[in-house]
T-cell receptor
Framework: DSGVTQTPKHLITATGQRVTLRCSPR?????VYWYQQSLDQGLQFLIQ???????AKGNILERFSAQQFPDLHSELNLSSLELGDSALYFC?????????????????FGQGTRLTVV | AQSVTQPDIHITVSEGASLELRCNYS??????LFWYVQSPGQGLQLLLK??????LVQGIKGFEAEFKRSQSSFNLRKPSVHWSDAAEYFC????????????FGSGTRLSIRP
């Protein structure tokens, strides 16, 4: 158990809909990262939040957005869903917010949310 | 450009046999290197990491990896595999400054022959 909790584990929705994925980081971790894993794209970094603020952005579509709340949990919002958005969405957390430090850049991953768009 | 290559998409080994999974990287600075494992239906778990120092790194579950700068490689090894090692293995390279800059390889799927 990595200590990172993601809900729900599975989600099936129709095209055009909007969903929210939730992530609770490990206790004490300030950084939350979202990744998308699909068969054709592999594991892609979407976005990072550190202590409530956006820290880094990767290959995240404009239809997607995220936020990190004061209690450090994070939500990834996916809207106007398309068939191609079907993927496994991972959340990861780390103590390191990108400023260096003794913890290094390793991140601990949750079990993921499998999104199926039909 | 930074990249990670795992040349083997799928490997099958017999239980009890030795294992080596290949990873080659291209990185402009001193790399931080990682191996993750993803069991079916699970998230990624960190097996081991290399930042500096001894180039032979020990990880969990009996895995080790060797950093070879001259070959730009960070191959994962295990002397004797168990059926429970069947999973997808990802090599990754990153900068110390941020985990968001970790680049993952495409993965190698390991199957274990009874």
């Amino acid at each position: 158990d990595s200590g990172v909790t993601q809900t729900p584990k599975h989600l099936i929705t129709a095209t055009g809909q909007r969903v929210t994925l939730r992530c609770s980081p490990r206790s004490g971790d300030l950084s939350v990262y979202w990744y998308q894993q699909s068969l054709d794209q592999g594991l892609q970094f979407l976005i990072q939040y550190y202590n409530g603020e956006e820290r880094a952005k990767g290959n995240i579509l404009e239809r997607f957005s995220a936020q990190q709340f004061p209690d450090l949990h994070s939500e990834l919002n996916l809207s106007s869903l398309e068939l191609g958005d079907s993927a496994l969405y991972f959340c990861a957390s780390s103590a390191n917010g990108g400023t260096g430090g003794v913890f290094g850049p390793e991140a601990f991953f949750g079990q993921g949310t499998r999104l199926t768009v039909v | 450009a930074q990249s990670v290559t795992q040349p083997d998409i799928h490997i099958t080994v017999s239980e009890g046999a030795s294992l080596e999974l290949r990873c080659n990287y291209s990185y402009g600075a001193t790399p931080y290197l990682f191996w993750y494992v993803q069991s079916p239906g699970q998230g990624l778990q960190l097996l081991l990491k290399y930042f500096s120092g001894d180039t032979l790194v020990q990880g969990i579950k009996g895995f080790e990896a060797e950093f070879k700068r001259s070959q730009s490689s960070f191959n994962l090894r295990k002397p004797s595999v168990h059926w429970s090692d069947a999973a997808e293995y990802f090599c990754a390279v990153g900068a110390h400054s941020s985990a968001s800059k970790i680049i993952f390889g495409s993965g190698t799927r390991l199957s274990i022959r009874p």
